[in-house]
C-alpha cells in the first residue's frame, strides 16, 4: 500500500504547505536538442539558440536507446590553455532516453515552451520537464542567449584569459563582441519572447503531425515565468506623459504571441521585471506557484501579480519551506559533479564556477537550504568551507524541503493543469481543476509558560490546526514526543500530545484540530534556569490521493 504524506514540525512557528502525490509517468521519454538562430532585438544580431526537447516516445524506442547524459554546451571544450582543465561535470536524466523517435500513435501531443531563470539553463530544470514531458506533451526548452549560465561561463574565462594577457576563449552566441551575457532588461525579455515565439514556429518542422502548437502551454521559473507572462499578455503601456523607449523598464519592444493558451510560472521574478508586463493581457488560465521563503522575489510579489493578472481562471499555490532555487532539479546533482571534479582537479576552474555559483546565494538560497545531503557525498568540507556551516544528515536541508520534493509536486500541479487548459482551448469544453493536495496549517508555537520547581502540577498548552485533504482518507499522526529539553538538561516526565481528531474518511476542507500539550512537573523535578522545549513532528498522510 503506497502512501503520501507531508510532514511538519510544530513548536516553532505557524507553517501551511501543500503536497501532492507521485505521479507515475505515462509514456516513455526522449530528449535531443535542436539549434534555431533567432533575431536579437538589439542589433538583429544571429542568436544561435539551443533547444531541449522532450517529448514522448514507444517503450521499445526508449530501451533501444542510451539514457540521456545533461551537459553544458561548453563541456569538454579547451579553455585555451593547459593551465585550466575544460569543464567536465555530467548529470544524468532520471527517465529521459536520447533521441529515440516521438511516439506515432494516438493524437497529437500539446507543446509547452518552458523559459528558464536569470542566467539559467534548460537542463537545470531537466528532471522536471522529463516527468512533465512523461505526461503526454513535448516540452521545448531555449536556451535565451545572452542570458544564460553558459554566457556567464564564457565571459568568466574571457576575462581570465583577457587579464592574463592571453586572447579571449570563446565567441559570443550572438556574434557580437564584449560580454556575452547582456544586462538590459528589455532588450533581454523581448528576446525571450521572440525565442518563446521561434519555438512554437519550429516545433511542427521538427515533429510534424505528431504536435499540435496551435495551442500551447508556456512554464517558467523566475524571470521565465515573466517572460511566459509577458509573451502572453505583452508589456505594459509608457508611464503616462513619458515616450516609450527601450531603456525604460515599460513598453518592452515584443508582441504578445496567441498561440499561449496557458501559463505556469515557478517563483515570478524580482518587482521591478514584473512591472514591465501587462498583467490585463493576461487572459488564459494561470497558475503560479511560490515559496515562501523565498529572498529574490518575495510572496507579495506572487500575489500582486495574480491580483492584477485578468483572466478568471488564476490560482497561486505556496510551498511554505520553499526558497528561490528549490525549483532547479538538478542542481543539486551539478554540485555534486561539479564538487567532485573542482576537489580533484584545481585546474578544472569551470567545474569549479559551477561549483561556486550553485552553492550559495544571497537571495536565491544556498545548496544547503534545498539538497539532500547525500547531494553533499564527498565534497561536504566544500561545501562547508563555502557556507562556513557545519551540514549534516541531521540538519540539510535546512529548509526541511529539497528540490526531489519540489519536482513532484511541479509535476503534478502542471501535468493536470495543461491537460484541463489546452483542452479546454482546443474544444471550447468548461470544467475545474483539482490538484492533489494535502495541506496542513499550524496557527503558532505552544507555550507552557513558566514552571515552578518543587510544586506538583499539570501544564497544559494548546495550539489550533487546520486540515485540508483532497483524498480519499487522510490520517494527521504525531511522532514521539520525547521530553522537554533545556540544553543538556530534559524533564523526567514524557511530554504527551493529544489531538481533537486524527482521521477523515473523505476529502475534506478546513477541517479544524485542536492539539493539546500536557506537561506533568513533579515536586522532585529539578528545573535548570532557561527555556524548557521541544520540536514535535506531525505528519499528514494518505493511501487514496
Not at 521545448?140 to 576563449?169: I, K, S
Not at 524580482?270 to 511560490?290: D, K, M, R, S, Y
Not at 485578468?310 to 543539486?332: I, W
Not at 522537554?484 to 524533564?491: D, E, K, P, T
Request: hydrophobic share 45%.
Amino acid at each position: 500500500m503506497s502512501r503520501t504524506q507531508l510532514v511538519l514540525a510544530v513548536l516553532t512557528a505557524g507553517l501551511t504547505a501543500v503536497a501532492a502525490p507521485a505521479r507515475a509517468a505515462d509514456h516513455p521519454v526522449s530528449h535531443t536538442v535542436r539549434q534555431l538562430t533567432v533575431p536579437g532585438t538589439a542589433q538583429g544580431e544571429p542568436r544561435a539558440v539551443d533547444v531541449h526537447l522532450w517529448y514522448p516516445t514507444t517503450a521499445a524506442d526508449a530501451a533501444a536507446r542510451p539514457k540521456t547524459v545533461y551537459r553544458s554546451a561548453l563541456h569538454g571544450r579547451p579553455l585555451g590553455t593547459d593551465l585550466w582543465s575544460p569543464l567536465s561535470w555530467t548529470v544524468e536524466a532520471e527517465i529521459a532516453r536520447e533521441g529515440a523517435p516521438i511516439d506515432p500513435a494516438g493524437r497529437p501531443f500539446p507543446v509547452i515552451v518552458f523559459s528558464h531563470g536569470n542566467s539559467n539553463e534548460p537542463i537545470d530544470y531537466a528532471h522536471t520537464l522529463e516527468l512533465i514531458a512523461a505526461g503526454g506533451f513535448v516540452v521545448a526548452a531555449p536556451a535565451h542567449v545572452n542570458n544564460t549560465q553558459d554566457d556567464a561561463r564564457m565571459d568568466f574565462v574571457n576575462d581570465l584569459a583577457v587579464a592574463a594577457g592571453r586572447p579571449r576563449v570563446f565567441a559570443c552566441r550572438d556574434g557580437l563582441g564584449g560580454a556575452c551575457s547582456r544586462t538590459d532588461v528589455p532588450i533581454s525579455m523581448a528576446d525571450r519572447a521572440k525565442d518563446i515565439s521561434a519555438v512554437l514556429d519550429a516545433v511542427p518542422g521538427w515533429f510534424g503531425a505528431r504536435v499540435d502548437a496551435a495551442k500551447a502551454g508556456v512554464m517558467g521559473h523566475s524571470r521565465g515565468t515573466v517572460s511566459a507572462l509577458a509573451a502572453a499578455g505583452g508589456s505594459a503601456a509608457p508611464i503616462a506623459g513619458s515616450p516609450c523607449q527601450v531603456t525604460q523598464p515599460r513598453c518592452w519592444p515584443l508582441e504578445r504571441d496567441p498561440r499561449i493558451q496557458a501559463i505556469v510560472g515557478m517563483a515570478i521574478g524580482q518587482l521591478p521585471i514584473t512591472l514591465g508586463v501587462n498583467f490585463e493581457g493576461v487572459t488564459v488560465p494561470t497558475l503560479l506557484v511560490a515559496g515562501r521563503l523565498d529572498l529574490m522575489s518575495p510572496l507579495e510579489v506572487s500575489r500582486g501579480a495574480l491580483r492584477d493578472i485578468s483572466s478568471p481562471d488564476k490560482t497561486l499555490v505556496t510551498l511554505p519551506n520553499g526558497v528561490h532555487r528549490s525549483f532547479d532539479s538538478t542542481y543539486c546533482d551539478q554540485i555534486q559533479a561539479a564538487g567532485t571534479i573542482a576537489k580533484a582537479d584545481p585546474k578544472a576552474i569551470l567545474d569549479r564556477n559551477t561549483f561556486d555559483r550553485i552553492v550559495t546565494s544571497p537571495n536565491s538560497g544556498w545548496a544547503s537550504d534545498y539538497c539532500a545531503f547525500a547531494s553533499f557525498a564527498g565534497i561536504t568540507d566544500l561545501v562547508d568551507a563555502a557556507t562556513r556551516l557545519t551540514n549534516t544528515a541531521a540538519n540539510v536541508p535546512r529548509t526541511g524541503l529539497d528540490t526531489d520534493e519540489v519536482k513532484r509536486q511541479m509535476v503534478d500541479l502542471a501535468v493536470p493543469f495543461f491537460t484541463s487548459s489546452l483542452a479546454r482551448a482546443a474544444g471550447g469544453a468548461v470544467g475545474g481543476m483539482v490538484p492533489a493536495t494535502l495541506a496542513l496549517t499550524v496557527a503558532g508555537p505552544a507555550s507552557f509558560g513558566a514552571f515552578t520547581p518543587g510544586a506538583e502540577r499539570e501544564y497544559v498548552a494548546t495550539t489550533a490546526a487546520n486540515v485540508i485533504s483532497t483524498a480519499g482518507d487522510a490520517t494527521l499522526s504525531v511522532s514521539d514526543p520525547g521530553h522537554l529539553r533545556n540544553g543538556a538538561f530534559s524533564l523526567t516526565e514524557p511530554l504527551r500530545v493529544e489531538l481533537s481528531k486524527a482521521s477523515w474518511t473523505a476529502a475534506v476542507s478546513n477541517a479544524p484540530v485542536t492539539i493539546t500539550f500536557r506537561q506533568r512537573i513533579t515536586p522532585a523535578q529539578a528545573l535548570r534556569t532557561g527555556t524548557y522545549s521541544r520540536t514535535v513532528t506531525f505528519t499528514l498522510s494518505t493511501t487514496t490521493p
